[in-house]
């Protein structure tokens, strides 16, 4: 499974960013795509993920009601819409990829950066 993150950027705060993570591999299915990041200086955090399967999504608490998850099955693609952007989003943002059956996110794309002006 290879991981393609893009859509970073400059944004002021509350303004509103969208993220992609192209998947490449199979069975997709079969995993839960996660979306992570790392601000400066500090480590790196959950923020949400969805089951590819069923869609059902799961989200950091400081970004529930801004921040949404989805996929395109037919692009095999992850979005991150992010929404009401504070400075303290700024980060580098990472997804990545489990098997539902496993805790821990085996695949890792590369990061994109997020930064909110304030």
């Known amino acids: 499974v290879q991981l393609q993150a893009s859509g970073g950027g400059l944004v002021q705060a509350g303004d509103s960013l969208r993220l992609s993570c192209v998947v490449s591999?199979?069975?997709?299915?079969?995993?839960?795509m996660g979306w992570f990041r790392q601000a400066p200086g500090k480590e790196r955090e959950w923020v949400g993920a969805?089951?590819?399967?069923?869609?059902?999504?799961n989200y950091l608490d400081s970004v529930k009601g801004r921040f949404t998850i989805s996929r395109d099955n037919a692009k095999n693609t992850v979005y991150l819409q992010m929404n009401s952007l504070e400075f303290e989003d700024t980060a580098v943002y990472y997804c990545?990829?489990?098997?539902?059956?496993?805790?821990?996110?085996?695949?890792w794309g590369q990061g994109t950066l997020v930064t909110v002006s304030s």
């Open positions: 990545a990829a489990r098997l539902r059956v496993y805790n821990s996110y085996k695949y």
């Open positions: 969805i089951t590819w399967s069923s869609g059902t999504t």
């Open positions: 591999g199979r069975a997709f299915s079969s995993y839960v």
